[in-house]
């Protein structure tokens, strides 16, 4: 027996080379120190005499080569055969096919020699032009002095020293004169790893546990559901063991794992799309059968669909008097979720969170799912996922909760999550447990970054800790640079995101009234623009609110407000996702802006600009004047030609001018924010207290 080194030193070989060998036979040996045993050494003999067989022939020797290679292969067989204790420990090493699959390989190298030499002669006369490289890089590239190089870039008519920078057509120049192909070398930049594309080997691939997120109504049972599950598919020993909460957990059932992620709802689960986040498989919506469909239940139809992942409907509190199935399948059907019994694709499970009647038909309905969606990981490659929760603890500093998509995770990896790095100091699996390796869609925590990450943060390991501290850096500086700011659609760009090979454009639409709300509907949706469609993701009665913007980011969307106007805080919410709202009362303009921006063909355009919003505190009658509504100023200004909405209980009841402005009896030009005023508004006297005035101007923009 001898360390990895040791044995190098013998065969002649470097030790990286007798690493990458260890590696295709499968052998435990990862660094210079790593004991081989005598069966390990046996099996690297073969390769290492293979190799060194490998120097010394000529594309003549293929047949002599070919009979070594199978008296390889025998010997080992027969070697195998002989000594049953020494094949006992190589097959938990190697499997034999596979080192048969090595040694075919180095065949096929040999009968392919020829090519393979005339490809090396074709490669001696390129070179690679990498970023920043300079003359004396260039130098050592062609294999030249620098002084002759020099004199060569002077003859061309420039001045440059050995540590200046040279530029590829110059570059390409110089490389002819010497006979050389200059190419440029590809440069891959994996800071911004969240658009990153990760192909895997298909043979690679292994199946994965699903990760399913559970939505609904508020006291619907989201909560008693994940409690049930947790409770009796957790052995108890375990459980009990949890010591802390990650925002995730693990279950078995039918000894198949099964991973639940554990969010406050679907505004967290949309906030973590928004942020580029795609971290959930199924979706399962619970409506509680005494209650059926309502706003919330429609807002998590809404987000899971813009998700495009799969959905399962779990009717809940099936124990209780009174309950209705067939409305609350005629209440999904109507958000057009049909039920497989009725010939959709959605599955509907009846269950009782509190007895755990159905629960189980609930587990085996998302096993089948992930069956035949056939999700899968490649666990030999590092680690990339994303943040479920972030926090601090007063004994381990800054924790962060990670849910593994891809690869393995391991104690000791240096980490990039977000604009943070550090080396995994501590990992913990969801029972609490100290872990030092964890697989795709697994959930753990972990210390050791150097700040605390958000929420839907993608995060990736890598080799080296160097590297990862500059990796960090780097996307710092960018965040700064663009301000991490999601730049969704907007009219502006539609004709664009059209060209750019996009055939749906997706709208969120808020109306005050049902009627208005399909009449709106129907009418985008009728629009056709050489094959280009409108899609309404999601439409509703009453305000704009800030799930809607999440939702209009995460999806790419337009919103559109008929008759209604979002709040300020919407309004600021907005401008951070960086969302256009569009706000109309007449149908066809509605239609028509939409076609125009659609078809490149937009006006200038004039931006609606908000001024401040005034609350009416009392109204006074006067027969020559009308109404005059006492006010205070809520937020900003208001001024005395301003534009008005008058806006009551969340609805636009009026549109119109402010006719007159007053301090005390003096008329004034604008009212600051905390100030009391007198406001009579052209052509509207029904204001009442609690109205709400939203003052804005209309100003042009350059497109």
């Keep these: 027996m001898m360390n990895v080194k040791a044995y190098a030193e013998d065969v002649k070989l470097t030790v990286a080379e007798v690493l990458k060998e260890a590696k295709k036979l499968g052998l435990e040996a990862k660094v210079a120190e790593d004991i081989l045993s005598e069966d390990d050494i046996i099996l690297l003999d073969n390769i290492v005499n293979l190799i060194s067989t490998e120097e010394e022939t000529t594309i003549d020797d293929d047949i002599m080569m070919d009979e070594k290679v199978e008296n390889i292969l025998e010997t080992t067989r027969i070697d195998d055969l002989d000594q049953d204790v020494k094949k006992e420990k190589v097959s938990k090493k190697v499997e034999v096919n596979k080192g048969a699959e090595f040694l075919n390989e180095k065949k096929a190298m040999y009968k392919n020699k020829a090519k393979l030499k005339q490809n090396e002669e074709e490669e001696v006369n390129v070179v690679l032009y990498k970023e920043g490289m300079t003359v004396n890089d260039l130098a050592k590239s062609l294999d030249v002095s620098g002084t002759d190089l020099i004199k060569k870039i002077i003859s061309l008519g420039l001045m440059k020293s050995l540590n200046d920078m040279i530029d590829f057509e110059t570059t390409e120049i110089i490389a002819l004169d010497y006979h050389k192909v200059l190419k440029k070398e590809q440069s891959r930049d994996i800071s911004n790893f969240e658009e990153y594309e990760i192909v895997d080997d298909p043979k690679d691939l292994q199946l994965r546990p699903p990760v399913v997120t559970i939505m609904g109504h508020v006291d619907h049972g989201k909560t ?8 009796s598919h957790v052995v108890d020993s375990e459980f009990g063991g949890i010591t802390q909460h990650i925002g995730a957990y693990q279950i078995k059932y039918l000894d198949k794992p099964i991973t639940f992620i554990d969010t406050p709802g679907h505004e967290a689960f949309t906030e973590m799309r928004a942020r580029g986040a795609k971290v959930t498989d199924i979706v399962v919506i619970i409506v509680a059968a005494d209650d059926g469909v309502m706003p919330q239940t429609k807002e998590a139809i809404d987000h899971a669909r813009s998700a495009n992942v799969a959905i399962i409907v779990a009717i809940n509190k099936i124990d209780k008097p009174n309950v209705n199935i067939d409305r609350i399948m005629t209440e999904m059907a109507e958000q057009n979720v049909i039920p497989e019994a009725w010939g959709g694709n959605v599955p509907f499970v009846k269950l009782s969170a509190v007895t755990g009647e159905g629960v189980n038909l609930l587990l085996e309905t998302i096993l089948t799912i992930a069956e035949m969606e056939n999700y899968r990981a490649n666990p030999n490659r590092y680690a990339v996922g994303t943040v479920i929760e972030s926090r601090l603890d007063k004994n381990s500093g800054g924790v962060a909760n990670l849910l593994i998509q891809n690869g393995t995770l391991r104690l000791g990896d240096p980490i990039v999550v977000g604009t943070t790095y550090g080396k995994i100091r501590t990992m913990k699996n969801d029972l609490g447990e100290d872990v030092v390796i964890s697989y795709p869609s697994s959930p753990v925590s972990i210390t050791g970054l150097n700040d605390n990450p958000s929420a839907g943060d993608k995060f990736m390991a890598f080799e080296k800790e160097s590297e990862a501290k500059e990796i960090a850096e780097k996307r710092l500086n960018n965040l700064k640079e663009s301000k991490d700011k999601k730049v969704a659609v907007n009219f502006d760009d539609l004709f664009a995101h059209i060209k750019s090979g996009n055939k749906e454009i997706n709208v969120v639409l808020k109306a005050d009234v049902r009627g208005s709300e399909e009449a709106v509907k129907q009418s985008l949706e009728k629009i056709d623009v050489e094959g280009v469609k409108v899609k309404v993701i999601r439409s509703g009665i009453g305000n704009i609110t800030e799930s809607d913007v999440v ?18 805080i919407t309004k ?23 076609e125009l921006a659609m ?3 937009l006006d200038p355009k004039f931006e609606e600009k908000s001024v401040g919003e ?6 006074f009658q006067f027969s020559k004047v009308g109404t005059i509504a006492g006010c205070i100023v809520r937020d900003g200004l208001v001024k005395s030609n301003s534009l008005v909405r008058v806006i009551r209980d969340g609805i636009v009841i009026h549109e119109g001018k402010i006719a007159s402005l007053q301090k ?10 905390g100030f009391e005023c007198g406001i009579t508004l052209e052509k509207f006297d029904d204001l009442r207290p609690k109205d709400t005035l939203s003052c804005y101007e209309i100003v042009e923009v350059k497109r």
Excluded: C, W
């Excluded at 008693?224 to 409770?231: E, F, G, K, P, V």
């Excluded at 209009?552 to 300020?568: K, L, M, Q, T």
């Design 224 to 231: 008693t559901l994940l409690d049930y599950i947790r409770h």
């Design 551 to 568: 939702l209009a980011s995460a999806s790419n969307a337009v919103i559109i407000g008929f008759n209604v106007s979002p709040s300020s």
């Design 572 to 594: 600021e919410v907005a401008k951070g996702y960086n969302v256009e709202i569009r706000l109309y009362t007449i149908i066809y303009k509605v239609v028509e802006e939409m």
């Design 599 to 601: 078809k490149g063909m």
């Design 614 to 619: 005034v609350e009416v505190l009392q109204t």
């Design 664 to 673: 005390e009896k003096a008329s004034v030009k604008e009212m600051k924010k």
